[in-house]
């Protein structure tokens, strides 16, 4: 079991900037990856964001690629998600995730912290 405390959304204007923050609450974490999603209403969950959490190697959607940065504290077990330049079509509830075992499929899901941006 993995548990999820995510941290860091909020209002904020079109062009500014947030930082989610993704705690592991375990001590001791093992997992593969981790990433970000994203799900807005009427639309379909999306990845934004992941991470190797030992190699570090990330990647990114197509939709936030040079305004998004995904990051983690392996020392603190945390995963952020660096947030500038938003946009009208980046409000969502964002979750983190992980994935355990390297196989694609997100094991364990944080709360969601919904970021909304005002024009």
């Known amino acids: 079991q993995v548990h999820l405390v995510e941290s860091g959304g909020g209002l904020v204007q079109t062009g500014a900037s947030l930082r989610l923050s993704c705690e592991v609450a375990?001590?001791?974490?093992?997992?593969?990856?981790m990433g970000w999603f994203r799900q807005a209403p009427g639309r379909d969950r999306e990845l934004v964001a992941a991470?190797?959490?030992?190699?570090?190697?990330?990647y990114y959607s197509d939709s936030v690629i040079g305004r998004f940065t995904i990051s983690r504290d392996n020392t603190e077990n945390t995963m952020y998600l660096q947030m500038n330049s938003l946009k009208p079509e980046d409000p969502a509830v964002y979750y983190c995730?992980?994935?355990?075992?390297?196989?694609?499929?997100?094991?364990?899901w944080g709360q969601g912290t919904p970021v909304t941006v005002s024009s």
């Open positions: 991470i190797i959490w030992s190699r570090g190697s990330k």
């Open positions: 995730a992980v994935d355990l075992e390297g196989d694609t499929e997100f094991d364990y």
């Open positions: 375990e001590r001791t974490f093992n997992g593969y990856a």
